[in-house]
């Protein structure tokens, strides 16, 4: 009962820090470490190594190896997985294969005079974009330059369309995404299998939701704001204004390259052949800087600009996989000092089974979500209680995380301080909270599909 309060305490204290704006990483790295030295007085029979370290001798060494355990082990693994990414999806932005791949997608879309029906489907589009592109700020603000203009020009409000930007990555959805592949991981599963077979299904029904809900919401939301729907006259589009020369039409196809080949050499078709995530990111970046060569024929200036793909890998190395060995910190901490057991234990006498559980941890993730704005920092420092208290039950993983994971995505979009809404909001015009407003049906909707699926499904 006691390192169930004290980790009680210690978590409110977290939240209560990263809503006043402390660094979340510095907070979370900090608790995990408190959490773990209070561990040696509370519950000195539970052991506060990392995995199969061996002891440095000291009691309070062994806490700061930990963290070494964790960065040495997140690094090698997941941390290089996802630093590719971003690295890929970094020179993928630079190379203008990313706006390529933006203006094929929606341009059919353009075609339309239903404002209401573009903006829905608007929705479902930018969700799928961001399989490809996994920056949910890195997206909006593509279509903020691209699509958003085209909504407004059709008679949508500025409102609207900023919402439904703001909702378009609100599905962590394939192998690009660094909480898919933690999901994965901490499931023990193939990332493409846990794509493929778990998130896909269930993302599928979500999207269905939200874009129903976001048609709702948005013709609801500009009634009541007395918004009169009337096209506007064509004005130059933004994303042309500033005489940039765009990329080869092709180049909408190097995006999807790494996710191709990814699920092609899986245990979903060709198991006979094994590619790694981070090997299908360096091949299609090296492709992209295949057709750099060809295109400019500049080798100085090509093999320069594929410097971006290391910058952005040294960006998810600072923001992503430092946040994830932080977060696994705390969760240790967490778990060390008896907090998991003692929620469990009460689960299992209350009569809990793991349908209940996985409500509780999915409106924890929720809370965390929404008060600091991040769907990453909240899945990290939670997600990896999730095997122990499935198993506790005797449930897979995946059934409790794949509703974790895809919750915490979807509740940051109910967030007034995350930094897209943020974004969106001064691109419609209007307040924060006013963007919540709108986004909240189509994310409520969202959230409760993906609890329901997840748990059918998983």
């Given at each position: 009962?006691?390192?169930?309060?004290?980790?009680?305490?210690?978590?409110?204290?977290?939240?209560?820090?990263?809503?006043?704006?402390?660094?979340?990483?510095?907070?979370?790295?900090?608790?995990?470490?408190?959490?773990?030295?209070?561990?040696?007085?509370?519950?000195?029979?539970?052991?506060?190594?990392?995995?199969?370290?061996?002891?440095?001798?000291?009691?309070?060494?062994?806490?700061?190896?930990?963290?070494?355990?964790?960065?040495?082990?997140?690094?090698?693994?997941?941390?290089?997985?996802?630093?590719?990414?971003?690295?890929?999806?970094?020179?993928?932005?630079?190379?203008?294969?990313?706006?390529?791949?933006?203006?094929?997608?929606?341009?059919?879309?353009?075609?339309?005079?239903?404002?209401?029906?573009?903006?829905?489907?608007?929705?479902?589009?930018?969700?799928?974009?961001?399989?490809?592109?996994?920056?949910?700020?890195?997206?909006?603000?593509?279509?903020?330059?691209?699509?958003?203009?085209t909504l407004v020009r059709l008679g949508v409000s500025r409102a609207a369309a900023a919402a439904m930007?703001?909702?378009?990555?609100?599905?962590?959805?394939?192998?690009?995404?660094?909480?898919?592949?933690?999901?994965?991981?901490?499931?023990?599963?193939?990332?493409?299998?846990?794509?493929?077979?778990?998130?896909?299904?269930?993302?599928?029904?979500?999207?269905?939701?939200?874009?129903?809900?976001?048609?709702?919401?948005?013709?609801?939301?500009?009634?009541?704001?007395?918004?009169?729907?009337?096209?506007?006259?064509?004005?130059v589009d933004p994303a042309k204004a500033d005489g940039k020369k765009s990329a080869p039409a092709f180049?909408?196809?190097?995006?999807?390259?790494?996710?191709?080949?990814?699920?092609?050499?899986?245990?979903?078709?060709?198991?006979?052949?094994?590619?790694?995530?981070?090997?299908?990111?360096?091949?299609?970046?090296?492709?992209?800087?295949?057709?750099?060569?060809?295109?400019?024929?500049?080798?100085?200036?090509?093999?320069?600009?594929?410097?971006?793909?290391?910058?952005?890998?040294?960006?998810?190395?600072?923001?992503?996989?430092?946040?994830?060995?932080?977060?696994?910190?705390?969760?240790?901490?967490?778990?060390?000092?008896?907090?998991?057991?003692?929620?469990?234990?009460?689960?299992?006498?209350?009569?809990?089974?793991?349908?209940?559980?996985?409500?509780?941890?999915?409106?924890?993730?929720?809370?965390?979500?929404?008060?600091?704005?991040?769907?990453?920092?909240?899945?990290?420092?939670?997600?990896?209680?999730?095997?122990?208290?499935?198993?506790?039950?005797?449930?897979?993983?995946?059934?409790?995380?794949?509703?974790?994971?895809?919750?915490?995505?979807?509740?940051?979009?109910?967030?007034?301080?995350?930094?897209?809404?943020?974004?969106?909001?001064?691109?419609?015009?209007?307040?924060?909270?006013?963007?919540?407003?709108?986004?909240?049906?189509?994310?409520?909707?969202?959230?409760?599909?993906?609890?329901?699926?997840?748990?059918?499904?998983?």
């Open positions: 009962m006691l390192g169930f309060l004290i980790g009680l305490v210690v978590t409110i204290v977290v939240a209560w820090l990263i809503i006043k704006k402390y660094q979340s990483h510095t907070v979370l790295l900090l608790a995990g470490l408190l959490l773990l030295a209070l561990t040696l007085v509370v519950a000195p029979e539970s052991s506060i190594l990392f995995k199969k370290a061996k002891s440095t001798g000291l009691s309070l060494f062994d806490i700061f190896d930990y963290v070494r355990g964790s960065l040495a082990y997140r690094a090698a693994g997941l941390g290089m997985i996802i630093m590719a990414a971003g690295g890929f999806a970094k020179y993928m932005d630079h190379i203008g294969a990313t706006d390529a791949m933006v203006d094929v997608a929606i341009r059919p879309l353009k075609l339309l005079n239903a404002p209401y029906v573009v903006l829905a489907l608007g929705y479902a589009v930018g969700q799928v974009l961001n399989i490809f592109i996994p920056s949910a700020a890195g997206l909006a603000m593509l279509l903020l330059v691209t699509f958003y203009p930007i703001g909702t378009t990555a609100v599905l962590d959805l394939g192998p690009a995404s660094g909480a898919s592949n933690l999901a994965a991981k901490t499931a023990e599963l193939d990332v493409a299998v846990y794509f493929a077979q778990h998130q896909l299904p269930v993302g599928i029904a979500a999207i269905i939701v939200i874009s129903i809900l976001t048609y709702v919401s948005a013709r609801y939301f500009d009634k009541k704001e007395g918004h009169v729907v009337e096209a506007e006259a064509h004005d180049y909408a196809l190097l995006p999807m390259l790494p996710l191709a080949l990814i699920l092609v050499f899986s245990k979903l078709l060709i198991s006979s052949v094994k590619l790694d995530v981070v090997t299908a990111m360096l091949i299609g970046a090296l492709v992209g800087l295949v057709c750099e060569t060809i295109r400019h024929r500049n080798g100085k200036a090509v093999t320069k600009g594929f410097m971006a793909f290391f910058d952005g890998m040294g960006q998810m190395f600072a923001r992503i996989v430092s946040l994830i060995v932080c977060a696994e910190v705390f969760a240790a901490g967490l778990t060390t000092i008896g907090m998991v057991d003692f929620l469990i234990n009460a689960a299992q006498g209350s009569g809990f089974g793991v349908t209940a559980m996985t409500i509780v941890m999915c409106a924890m993730v929720t809370v965390i979500a929404v008060i600091t704005g991040s769907g990453n920092a909240a899945f990290f420092s939670f997600g990896h209680l999730a095997p122990n208290i499935a198993s506790s039950f005797g449930a897979a993983s995946v059934s409790m995380l794949l509703p974790m994971q895809l919750t915490a995505g979807l509740a940051r979009s109910m967030s007034p301080v995350a930094g897209v809404i943020i974004a969106v909001s001064d691109a419609g015009q209007c307040s924060p909270i006013d963007i919540v407003r709108r986004t909240a049906l189509p994310v409520a909707g969202g959230i409760l599909t993906v609890v329901l699926f997840g748990i059918i499904f998983a």
